[in-house]
C-alpha cells in the first residue's frame, strides 16, 4: 500500500514539473477539455434529468401528511440534487467514461512502448500525458457539475408537470426558499476533487501497465474501481468538513 502511494506520489511531482515547451502543453490541455467535457456532456445532461424528476416523485410520494406543504419537495430535491446526486453520481459516470479512457490511452501507450521513446526523446512524458488530464479533469467537472445540477432541478419541474403529485408552481416555491449558497460551493469543492481524483488515479494505473492488451483492460478496470472508491471517500470527507 504504501509502496504504491509512493509511486502515485512521485509521479504526480513528476507530472507538474515545470514544462519545457509551454504552447504544446497548453494545446494538450484544450484537447484533453474537450475530450473530457463536451464528450461527457451528454451522458450526465440525460442522467441529471431523470435522477432530478425520480427524486421528485419519490419526495412527493412520501409527503402524506397534509401538515406538511408540498412545497416542501421542491427543497428537498434542489438540495438533494446539489449536494450528493449531482456532484457524486456525475463524478461515478465520469469514472466509468473518462477514467477508463484515460488508463487504456496510457496504458497502451505504455505497452507499445511509446512512452519509452518519450523518455528517450528527453519528453517528459508524465508532464505531457498525465498533467493535461489531472487539469482539464479539475476544470470540466465542476462546470459539468454546474450543468447536472440546472438539469436536476429542471427534471424536477418536468416531473411535476407530468404527474401533478406536486404543482409546478408549489415546486418551484420550494425550489426558492430557503436557498443556501454553501451547497453550491461544497458541490464545486467536491467535483474539483473529484475530478482530481478521476484524473490522476486512471492516469497512475495506465502508467504503471506492464504486458500487452490483457493487462491494459485490467488497469482500466483498476483505474475505474479505484477512482469510485476514493471519490466516495472524498464525498464523506468534504461533507463532514463543510457541513
Same mark, same amino acid.
Given at each position: 500500500?504504501?509502496h504504491?502511494l ?6 504526480l511531482?513528476?507530472?507538474f514539473r515545470?514544462?519545457?515547451k ?6 494538450e490541455?484544450?484537447?484533453e477539455?474537450v475530450s473530457? !467535457?463536451?464528450?461527457s456532456?451528454?451522458?450526465? =445532461? ?5 435522477i432530478g ?16 406543504p408540498?412545497?416542501?419537495?421542491g427543497s428537498i430535491a434542489?438540495? =438533494? ?7 457524486t453520481? =456525475?463524478?461515478?459516470?465520469l469514472?466509468?467514461?473518462?477514467? =477508463?479512457?484515460?488508463?487504456s ?7 507499445t512502448?511509446?512512452i519509452?521513446?518519450?523518455e528517450?526523446?528527453?519528453?517528459n ?6 498533467a493535461p488530464?489531472i487539469?482539464?479533469g ?8 454546474i450543468?447536472?445540477?440546472?438539469l436536476?432541478?429542471t !427534471?424536477g ?6 404527474s ?15 436557498f443556501?449558497g454553501?451547497?453550491v ?8 476533487v ?6 490522476s488515479?486512471?492516469a497512475?494505473? !495506465?502508467?504503471?501497465t506492464s504486458g !500487452? ?8 478496470t483498476?483505474g475505474v474501481?479505484?477512482s469510485?472508491v476514493?471519490?466516495l471517500f472524498?464525498d464523506?470527507?468534504i461533507t463532514r468538513?463543510?457541513?
Open positions: 500500500m504504501f504504491s509512493g509511486k502515485y506520489i512521485l509521479l511531482r513528476l507530472s515545470r514544462p519545457e509551454f504552447k504544446v502543453y497548453w494545446a490541455v484544450m484537447r477539455m473530457v !467535457g463536451i464528450g456532456l451528454g451522458i450526465i =445532461s440525460i442522467i441529471s434529468v431523470f424528476a425520480a427524486t421528485t416523485i419519490q419526495v412527493a410520494f412520501q409527503l402524506s401528511s397534509p401538515l406538511v408540498r412545497s416542501i419537495a434542489r438540495d =438533494s440534487t446539489i449536494l450528493e446526486f449531482s456532484p453520481i =456525475s463524478a461515478l459516470v469514472a466509468g467514461r473518462v477514467g =477508463s479512457s484515460i488508463a490511452q496510457i496504458g497502451t501507450m505504455r505497452v512502448e511509446q519509452d521513446a518519450l528517450i526523446m528527453g519528453v512524458a508524465p508532464g505531457y500525458l498525465i488530464k487539469i482539464a479539475m476544470a470540466m467537472v465542476p462546470l459539468l457539475v450543468v447536472s445540477i440546472a436536476g432541478i !427534471g419541474y418536468i416531473a411535476c408537470l407530468a401533478g403529485d406536486v404543482t409546478p408552481a408549489d415546486y418551484l416555491v420550494g425550489v426558492h426558499d430557503g443556501d454553501l451547497t460551493r461544497v458541490a464545486l469543492v467536491k467535483a474539483v473529484f475530478g482530481f481524483i478521476i484524473a488515479i486512471c497512475y494505473q !495506465g502508467f504503471y !500487452g492488451a490483457l493487462e491494459v483492460g485490467q488497469s482500466a483498476k474501481v479505484y469510485c476514493m471519490i472524498a464523506l470527507v468538513i463543510m457541513l
